[in-house]
């Protein structure tokens, strides 16, 4: 009997991962199509308010990779895993060097030499653990991520082009104020800068009620930011 409820639970701490995950991935791309970065139609909801068009392609790309053995579906995930850590130490080195003035909620209190040497234990051993993967995992990886390469720009193509309908961005990242984000208070102006300057955005731009974010109806709302200025 133990034996049995132990498979019992292992088969439901599956299946419960399984739809978390699917979900987790459905919804990721709900956002993106929200900020303008997929096309409109993965904004669709179902009447229960799920993304449906995310949902099918999120489980199109879980049978994508079914035909795969246990053992070379992890492979595969340890590689893709390898790769976006690759791409985070190199985001994280540009913009340590290329945008030194930034500023940043935090900083890591080491010039630019002394975080290349930080990482070069983890960037050695993350190349070494893609090193030993098959060769028919590479190329599949190599393959996702040229496909990636190719639709980036084919989709900025299409909003250029008007062949898709996409939802607007509402966020600029080329802000020239470049606030800082821990809602610090400026001296000059005793004012909270980032949460007015997000509420400011969004009254400025206010999304449509296709691409508008879903919230969850137990959330409160925000207090009145500029009666607080006032007061101040």
Known sequence: PLQLWLLAGAVCSNVGQ??????SDSFQLLGMAERGLLPKCFT?????????LAIFFS???????????????????NFLYCVAS???FAAYL?????????????RVPLPFWGLVLMLAFPITMTCAVMAVAEWEI???????ILTG???????????????MEFCESRFDASDDERRPLNGSVDSQNERVHHPRHVSLILSSNPPSPACAPSVSPNLRPLPNL????DSA
């Open 226 to 229: 500029s009666i607080l200025e």
């Open 149 to 163: 390469c190719v639709l980036q720009p084919g989709l900025e193509l299409c909003k250029r082009r008007g062949w």
């Open 59 to 77: 489980a199109l790309g879980i049978c994508c990779v079914a035909w795969r053995g246990f053992s070379g579906i992890v492979e595969m995930l």
């Open 94 to 106: 540009h913009l340590r060097y290329a945008h030194d003035d930034l500023e940043r909620p935090f």
């Open 18 to 23: 399984f739809e978390a995950e699917m979900c």
């Open 138 to 144: 590479i190329l599949v990886t190599l393959g996702v």
């Open 44 to 52: 669709r909801r179902s009447r229960h308010g799920t993304p449906t």
């Open 86 to 88: 690759l791409l985070e």
